[in-house]
């Protein structure tokens, strides 16, 4: 049951340019989007987030887009930076409930 | 800067042993969980615990799964009879805030669990 998707296990990019990471979801119920990025070895740690009622949200070099007519969100990182690699989940949860459900991540390599 | 802590880091277990794994929340929040990420899969939610009772559990959090919060401090997932399928990485997580307010979650480390 894929509730929440990331179709791609992996992505390399250059450092300095823009590294957009694709996520896309299946339960419309969703109202509250979030981003972890996971080091080897380390659980993952929290990066931007976006509600429902909005379509982006920015953090310094991150920002998220959410498009929900397609049901579908993204990361973008500008500009990539080598420390940027990491594997990134896509996690979605339903307004009054206390689990998040996880994609299955993608692995991102900054090219120094 | 604040972390939650989980012990051990690794355990190899004998199939039908009991497991507990131990996480320390990060002191302030009120909201504690637990997911666990099979090898090569992904982050799936177990348990929410708050005001010392559950919220909520998956599919996954049967019989054999229980969690407890003893103290004031730690927080602690016991698995009464191992089975092959419960090898995974197991994440202690807590937060401030339940998600229906939009928390976000802080990790442990994870401990990983390995039945043989």
């Known amino acids: 049951d894929q509730q929440v998707k990331q179709n791609s296990p992996s992505l390399s990019v250059q450092e300095g340019r823009i590294s957009i990471l694709n996520c896309d979801y299946t339960n419309s119920m969703f109202d509250y989007f979030l981003w972890y990025k996971k080091y080897p070895a380390e659980g993952p740690t929290f990066l931007i987030s976006?509600?429902?009622?909005?379509d982006k949200n920015e953090d310094g070099r991150f920002t998220v887009f959410l498009n929900k007519s397609a049901k579908h969100l993204s990361l973008h990182i500008v500009p990539s930076q080598p420390g940027d690699s990491a594997v990134y989940f896509c996690a979605a949860s339903v307004g009054g409930a206390n689990n998040l459900f996880f994609g299955t991540g993608t692995r991102l390599t900054v090219i120094p | 800067e604040p972390e939650v802590t989980q012990t051990p880091s690794h355990q190899v277990t004998q199939m039908g042993q009991e497991v507990i794994l131990r996480c320390v929340p990060i002191s302030n929040h009120l909201y504690f969980y637990w997911y666990r990420q099979i090898l090569g899969q992904k982050v799936e939610f177990l348990v929410s615990?708050?005001?010392?009772?559950?919220?909520?559990k998956s599919e996954i959090f049967d019989d054999q799964f229980s969690v407890e919060r003893p103290d004031g401090s730690n927080f602690t997932l016991k698995i009464r009879s191992t089975k092959l399928e419960d090898s995974a990485m197991y994440f202690c997580a807590s937060s401030v805030k339940g998600l229906a307010n939009t928390g976000e979650l802080f990790f442990g480390e994870g401990s990983r669990l390995t039945v043989l």
């Open positions: 976006i509600s429902s009622i909005k």
């Open positions: 615990f708050y005001n010392n009772e559950i919220s909520e």
